[in-house]
């Protein structure tokens, strides 16, 4: 069995791959899906280990590389369902024993977890960053987290461009929360982030990089910006 250390999962045999026994109503696309499901070591891991989701690894990992996660941190996690991430952030902040803080946001409805705060809404309403600085202690976070993703419509410039408008408004909203050296991490598409985006990074954080973390799966198309260092609101370029 495979072992989860602070970065993901590793170690362990090779399990014997499983072919799914379904009805033949079932699409060829719905059949692929659920046998990559059954033949996947994180979605086995997150089960095993109580996450919500595969996706809490992609997180750990890459806090495993730059060390964001730290105890007493106030995290916002935009696109917060099922919950995977926050799962992660609460464990590591230690928001359970009253440290750190998380507060998480989603459309859909995030059941209770332990040591986080959450609402049902849209983050891109124009009352959203307000309720969720009303949140924070203090109106302010020391990080923010976006795996946010638009509807995918199979047209991939539409797609691109839909998912870099949710993270220019997480970016925005990052500038406009983080205290002075805090992180901004967020879901883009590969195929490079929209000039405008980074550049704004740029300027209000000392260090952006791209990072595709191991529990990324290999043919997905999504990276992450990890932008660190936040420069504080009197240290950005206005421009």
């Known amino acids: 069995m495979a072992e989860r250390g602070r970065g993901g999962i590793s170690g362990g045999r090779r399990l014997a791959r499983q072919r799914l026994k379904s009805p033949k ?6 059949r692929h899906w659920l046998e990559r499901q059954l033949n996947d070591p994180y979605v086995a891991a997150a089960k095993r280990e109580g996450y919500r989701s595969r996706a809490a690894y992609k997180l750990a990992e890459v806090d495993a590389r730059f060390r964001i996660l730290k105890p007493g941190r106030r995290v916002v996690d935009l696109g917060a369902a099922p919950g995977g991430w926050a799962q992660v952030a609460a464990q590591r ?8 803080q998380v507060v998480a946001i989603d459309l859909l409805p995030i059941e209770a977890i332990p040591g986080v705060e959450s609402i049902e809404f849209d983050f891109l309403h124009p009352a959203a960053p307000g309720r969720l600085r009303a949140m924070l202690r203090d109106g302010r976070a ?26 220019e408004a997480a970016a925005q909203f990052a500038c406009e929360v983080l205290e ?24 209000a954080f000392a260090v952006v990089r791209h990072v595709k973390p191991p529990a990324s799966r290999p043919e997905s198309a999504e990276m992450y910006v990890v932008a660190t260092g936040f420069r504080g609101a009197e240290g950005q370029d206005p421009r």
Do not use: N, W, Y
């Open 25 to 30: 109503r079932r699409s060829q696309s719905s």
């Open 93 to 100: 902040v230690r928001s359970m024993d009253g440290e750190g």
């Open 142 to 167: 020391d990080l923010v987290l976006s795996d946010m993703a638009a509807q995918g419509t199979g047209h991939a410039r539409t797609d691109h461009l839909r998912i870099i408008g949710l993270a």
């Open 180 to 203: 002075p050296g805090g992180a901004f991490v967020c879901k883009v598409l590969q195929g490079g982030s929209e000039r405008a985006l980074l550049d704004r990074l740029k300027r």
